[in-house]
């Protein structure tokens, strides 16, 4: 686990105490050996790092081959890459790529997948939830054109209030979360 920006004991009990699906049952706790630290989720230990750089996460003396990239930052090739530098030999992005990285879907077109792609990405959940029913309707039916809406629980960047968006240029996005639909 990479994050830059949360200290293990909190890692701990944010994963240890949710809103939404309540206390783990589980047991969680954070261990420190030296510069080394590691969440240890029901008996197995998980290295933890607190880096900015993907290049410079230790990925292979983690044991970690496959990494997924969630930060929304590295979305392209050139970027997501900078995990293999640190040791990891796939990287997943878990959002749609801003360049010509490979996008699977699970049930749509991952028999597709090529063993060479060292980076890939899965697509956002939009499409994972939409792409699948589609291709089921067009191979049965056929597909001409299509509408479709996306309904987006309150996320994590949505002011719970009125305030400021972000930058100042998303207007919308200063509006309080719970008493407006915002397009996501």
């Known amino acids: ?5 949360m200290d293990l004991h909190y890692m701990v ?11 783990y049952k589980g047991t969680i706790a954070a261990k420190v050996d030296g510069d080394k630290e590691y969440l240890i989720v029901d008996g197995k230990q998980i290295m933890v790092f607190h880096a900015k750089d993907p290049a410079s996460i230790p990925w292979k ?5 496959y990494i997924c990239e969630s930060t929304g930052v590295f979305t392209e090739k050139e970027k997501a890459e900078l995990h293999i530098k640190g040791g990891a030999k796939k990287v997943i ?6 360049d ?7 049930g749509v077109n991952h028999k597709e997948y090529k063993t060479t792609d060292t980076v890939v990405s899965n697509a956002s959940c ?3 939830c939409l792409a699948p029913l589609a291709k089921v309707i067009h191979e049965k039916f056929g ?15 949505q002011l719970t209030v009125d305030g400021p968006s972000r930058g100042g ?6 509006r309080g979360a719970s008493q407006n639909i915002i397009p996501a």
Do not use: C
Not at 143 to 157: D, F, K, R
Not at 169 to 174: A, F, S, V
């Open 13 to 23: 009990y944010q994963l240890k105490y949710d809103s939404v699906h309540m206390r």
């Open 126 to 128: 939009t499409t994972n």
């Open 1 to 5: 686990v990479n994050d830059p920006f």
């Open 100 to 106: 010509a990285v490979p996008i699977y879907v699970m």
């Open 93 to 98: 992005i878990s959002a749609p790529p801003k």
């Open 169 to 174: 240029k998303d207007w919308r996005g200063g």
């Open 61 to 65: 003396e983690a044991g970690a081959d």
């Open 143 to 157: 597909i001409v054109e299509g509408l479709m809406t996306t309904v987006h629980a309150m996320t994590a960047t």
